[in-house]
């Protein structure tokens, strides 16, 4: 059974650093590319990074270039969110997610396949 779990999620003041961990088990995803995605209350899950399958390819939203980086471990299937800069605005739950299909990842939340269960991260003003 395939299970993705997120971690490093909490409370952190604007202008301080979270880093996620998005931990893989039941298969690995070494040929898969890997992303991060975000919902707030009242909106829609919305994109944050994409990794390719590898590695040597990233994307992320406009809202976090330049603040976040997103990465891979393939020895340790695992994938990272290092968030620098936070802000309130970036207060929400965070998944991460595979796409099997999409070799430089996708923004878009159809095209994965495999979904953590979330980590909420919370900054303060």
């Known amino acids: 059974q395939v299970q993705l779990v997120e971690s490093g999620g909490g409370l952190v003041q604007a202008g301080g650093s979270l880093r996620l961990s998005c931990a893989a088990s039941?298969?690995?995803?070494?040929?898969?590319?890997m992303g991060w995605f975000r919902r707030t209350p009242g909106k829609e899950r919305e994109f944050v990074a994409a990794?390719?399958?590898?590695?040597?390819?990233?994307g992320y939203a406009d809202f976090v270039k330049g603040r976040f980086t997103i990465s891979r471990d393939n020895a340790k299937n695992t994938w990272y969110l290092q968030m620098n800069s936070l802000e309130p605005e970036d207060t929400a739950i965070y998944y991460c997610?595979?796409?099997?299909?999409?070799?430089?990842?996708?923004?878009?939340?159809?095209?994965?396949?495999?979904w953590g269960q979330g980590t909420q991260v919370t900054v303060s003003s």
């Open positions: 039941g298969r690995t995803f070494i040929n898969d590319a």
């Open positions: 997610a595979v796409s099997t299909t999409q070799y430089f990842g996708s923004s878009n939340s159809v095209d994965y396949d495999y």
């Open positions: 990794i390719s399958r590898s590695g040597r390819t990233t």
